[in-house]
């Protein structure tokens, strides 16, 4: 397990992370979220051994990450990190030696990856003749090569068009199916939403959610309601129940209550009412809990 316990870290008189903790099990999936500059890469390299913390603790398995831990785990970093005239396959064996494999072993890593992430055909090409997207795929072959028992990616599905971001996120529920614990930070919510088993939203450096998605669902006030045709009688039902004013979804009315709603009973009333075509109650997505958990400022103070 990875547990991070009330970590702070500075650097100057700019607090980059305070009191952060979160834990991930064997094998699980956690989404690391927040905007620019809310603190995720500097945890990162905390959870990495890059940056020591001013203030509590990180462990693996109950130990402090040493050396030997760290060669043990596996980093995709936001930003590129390749030799661009290296070939492909070399620069793949190349880390995966860095992290202690046996040349033969490491070769054998690098054709398979490459394989599983279709960038094989160019094993033999220098990397910065690659696209972005291919350059992303040869970095994660890098990261992964040695088996990491925990991988941390960030930003990885940066320059991926939607087929190779799909690879992408196959890969990660792979690795995760085998065994890897996998701390992944991303802007793009649709993608991570099914992939990672909880989630910790940070901004300004602090946590200000955390859990599982059906967990940070519970803690939401509303739920919506989208509601077809647009009748009288409906609006003057979800007026009576407290619903503000409706917006529009082309021929469908979207209408917010709260969670604590007999949605029940709003349904067999509506039925009541008029003809109805839809009624569907919706829980909210990763993005709507996201954008609440951060406040209007975004997650930044003033």
Same mark, same amino acid.
């Given at each position: 397990?990875?547990?991070?316990?009330?970590?702070?870290?500075?650097?100057?008189?700019?607090?980059?992370? %305070?009191?952060?903790?979160?834990?991930?099990?064997?094998?699980?999936?956690?989404?690391?979220?927040?905007?620019?500059?809310?603190?995720? !890469? !500097?945890?990162?390299?905390?959870?990495?051994?890059?940056?020591?913390?001013?203030?509590?603790? @990180?462990?693996?398995?109950? /130990?402090?990450?040493?050396?030997?831990?760290?060669?043990?785990?596996?980093?995709?970093?936001?930003?590129?990190?390749? =030799?661009?005239?290296?070939?492909?396959?070399?620069?793949?064996? =190349?880390?995966?030696?860095? %992290?202690?494999? %046996?040349?033969?072993? #490491?070769?054998?890593?690098?054709?398979?990856?490459?394989?599983?992430? +279709?960038? $094989?055909?160019?094993?033999?090409?220098?990397?910065?003749?690659?696209?972005?997207?291919?350059?992303?795929?040869?970095?994660?072959?890098?990261?992964?090569?040695? $088996?990491? +028992?925990?991988?941390?990616? $960030?930003?990885?599905?940066?320059?991926?068009?939607?087929?190779?971001? +799909?690879?992408?996120?196959?890969?990660?529920? !792979?690795?995760?199916?085998?065994?890897? *614990?996998?701390?992944?930070?991303? %802007?793009?919510?649709?993608?991570?939403?099914?992939? &990672?088993?909880?989630? &910790?939203?940070?901004? #300004?450096?602090?946590?200000?959610?955390?859990?599982?998605?059906?967990?940070?669902?519970?803690?939401?006030?509303?739920?919506?309601?989208?509601?077809?045709?647009?009748?009288? /009688?409906?609006?003057?039902?979800? #007026?009576?129940?407290?619903?503000? #004013?409706?917006?529009?979804?082309? *021929?469908?009315?979207?209408?917010?209550?709260? @969670? !604590?709603?007999?949605?029940?009973?709003?349904?067999?009333?509506?039925? /009541?009412?008029?003809?109805?075509?839809?009624?569907?109650?919706? +829980?909210? *997505?990763?993005?709507?809990?996201?954008?609440?958990?951060?406040?209007?400022?975004?997650?930044?103070?003033?």
């Amino acid at each position: 397990m990875l547990f991070v316990d009330r970590v702070s870290r500075s650097f100057g008189s700019v607090a980059a992370v %305070h009191d952060v903790s979160f834990s991930a099990e064997r094998g699980s999936v956690i989404g690391l979220l927040g905007p620019n500059g809310a603190g995720k !890469t !500097t945890t990162m390299r905390i959870l990495l051994g890059i940056y020591v913390p001013d203030a509590g603790r @990180v462990t693996w398995n109950g /130990a402090a990450i040493d050396l030997a831990t760290r060669r043990r785990f596996g980093y995709l970093p936001e930003e590129r990190g390749l =030799y661009g005239k290296m070939k492909v396959r070399d620069q793949i064996v =190349y880390f995966a030696r860095l %992290h202690g494999l %046996h040349a033969d072993v #490491a070769r054998k890593h690098a054709d398979a990856w490459m394989a599983r992430l +279709e960038i $094989d055909e160019y094993a033999d090409r220098a990397c910065n003749e690659l696209s972005k997207g291919n350059q992303q795929k040869v970095q994660l072959a890098g990261a992964v090569a040695h $088996d990491p +028992e925990l991988l941390v990616l $960030d930003e990885p599905f940066s320059g991926l068009d939607p087929v190779n971001a +799909e690879t992408m996120l196959s890969c990660i529920r !792979t690795l995760s199916e085998a065994g890897t *614990t996998i701390v992944l930070s991303s %802007h793009q919510m649709f993608q991570i939403e099914d992939a &990672c088993r909880s989630f &910790c939203i940070v901004g #300004a450096g602090r946590v200000r959610a955390s859990g599982s998605l059906t967990e940070l669902r519970q803690a939401f006030p509303t739920r919506s309601v989208r509601v077809a045709p647009d009748l009288p /009688a409906f609006r003057a039902l979800f #007026a009576a129940r407290g619903a503000p #004013a409706p917006r529009a979804d082309g *021929t469908e009315l979207i209408y917010e209550l709260p @969670v !604590t709603a007999d949605f029940g009973a709003l349904l067999r009333e509506a039925v /009541a009412a008029g003809p109805l075509e839809t009624f569907e109650r919706q +829980e909210p *997505t990763l993005s709507q809990i996201y954008i609440r958990a951060l406040g209007p400022s975004n997650g930044h103070p003033a």
